[in-house]
């Protein structure tokens, strides 16, 4: 039994491998490419839309609905990112029902890349937002914490790439398992839970990548209001 599509090896020459990950990573990055060259190559301003522009819509408003409601800020500058990580994992979890494919997202690489692109992308929009003031946090309370802080960023990125691996793969193993036991009971039921599953995991790990940036950008949004009241009760008082 694989347990990575890491396994599959299709091409290779020295230490050159082109494996199962990397061909279906391509093969959904030149999906979601064709696929939105598609949708919006007509775009219409009029109220009667098209089922694919209506099916964008709903997506792109769900996405920022939830970016606005997790982050408390305008979801303009974060869309293009958080949606882009949902799409691709659940895109490549979804596609798990054509036989011969491999979800990406079962090989611990493209999950440690998803999460290293989320490691990257926090301290960006945090220094966007507040400057290099940013790595200031990482010094508080006191400069003793700094090694600390460093570490919980790091195992906190681990967290997130084991999580959505384990998950994947450890779904595609019990439904092997249960498909080599009884392959005339579950292939149905288990397909359409594991659709469910693919999704909830795109979700979960659009939302903790959304978190962890709204952690690192929403902190100078709560020092204003309270300087503003700081100065607001000095005239008071005065």
């Given at each position: ?86 799409l691709f994992i659940a895109v490549s979890n979804l596609l798990s029902i054509v036989p011969g ?107 903790l990548a959304m978190v962890y940036i709204a952690a690192a950008t929403r902190a100078q949004r ?17």
């Amino acid at each position: 039994m694989r347990i990575s599509p890491d396994a599959i090896v299709f091409f290779q020459w020295g230490p050159v491998t082109l494996n199962a990950t990397i061909v279906f990573t391509w093969f959904v990055m030149a999906l979601m490419v064709l696929g939105s060259w598609l949708v919006t190559r007509k775009l219409s301003p009029e109220t009667r839309l098209s089922r694919w522009q209506n099916l964008l819509e709903v997506l792109v408003t769900g996405i920022r609905d939830e970016i606005r409601e997790i982050s408390g800020q305008a979801p303009g500058q974060y869309l293009p990112f958080v949606g882009t990580l949902f799409l691709f994992i659940a895109v490549s979890n979804l596609l798990s029902i054509v036989p011969g494919y491999e979800p990406p997202t079962g090989s611990l690489s493209t999950t440690a890349a998803l999460a290293a692109c989320v490691f990257v992308a926090v301290p960006l929009y945090g220094i966007s937002q507040k400057g290099f003031s940013y790595f200031a946090q990482y010094i508080k309370p006191s400069v003793f914490m700094l090694p600390f802080n460093i570490m919980g960023e790091l195992s906190r990125t681990l967290a997130l790439a084991v999580r959505l691996f384990g998950n994947v793969m450890s779904g595609t193993m019990i439904v092997a398992i249960l498909l080599a036991v009884t392959p005339l009971v579950f292939p149905i039921v288990m397909q359409a839970l594991g659709l469910l599953t693919g999704l909830i995991q795109a979700y979960i790990f659009a939302i903790l990548a959304m978190v962890y940036i709204a952690a690192a950008t929403r902190a100078q949004r709560q020092e204003k209001p309270a300087n503003q009241q700081v100065k607001k009760g000095a005239w008071t008082n005065g």
